[in-house]
């Protein structure tokens, strides 16, 4: 079945309001004919209602890049499922490798997240991805599966059909490094199988899968050419409001 393709910006911890409004200023009219792609973007919390406010009259979707599971309480720092849902969120980035390997979160945590997510009617995009020296031992194939087996614990079929999740290889993420083709195309590949494996191949056709590492516009076409591949999450690239219009139209 066809899927609707995803490329999504990651802004990390960068921007201040009125530069996160400019941006929605700058990209909207450059995207505002685009047809049959869907853009999300995710930035820190402090300018998710900037750009919420930002895409006003647009098709753009809105992201969180984090938060807690629990729904409320003594949890200083933190942001729960039910408060970006009152932002206007309707998608947050979970697993992230600068959250798994900077914040030391774990397979379990991540877990947890997932279902909190689902519960509240958050669309999780769900990251997983090898580190450089797990890549160098052939490990690759064994870490996705790891980290999807626990991750999607108790996630139902139905929820699961609505998840987004990334490839990314950690050692491609802000390096300049990026996978080939082949690369991202066979952990794709692997991502699905494992899908199709545990909850069949209807759902299995429908997840979006993305692949995240050093993406820009001179490399995004010979992603978006490969059968699997779903589209982006880019993160540098994402930054400028040109660069991340380039990207949707890959």
Known sequence: MSRRPLIAANWKMHKTTQEAKAFMAELLP????????????????????????????????????????????????????????????EFVILGHSERRWVFGESDELINKKVLAAFAKGLIPVLCVGEKLEEREKNLT?????????????GVSE???????????PVWAIGTGKNATTKDAKDAIALIREFIHSRYGSETAAKVRILYGGSVKPENISTYMEQDGIDGALVGGASLEADSFAKLTRF
């Open 30 to 89: 450059k995207i505002a004919d685009l047809k049959d792609v869907d853009v999300l973007v995710c930035p820190p919390f402090t300018l998710i209602n900037a750009v919420d406010q930002g895409r006003e009259g647009s098709q753009v979707l809105l992201g969180a890049q984090n938060m807690y599971f629990e729904e409320k309480g003594a949890f200083t720092g933190e942001v729960s499922p039910a408060m970006l849902k009152d932002l206007n969120c």
């Open 158 to 168: 139905q929820h699961l059909r609505g998840i987004v999740i990334a490839y990314e």
């Open 141 to 153: 194939d064994q870490v996705i599966l790891n980290q999807l087996e626990k991750n999607l614990k």
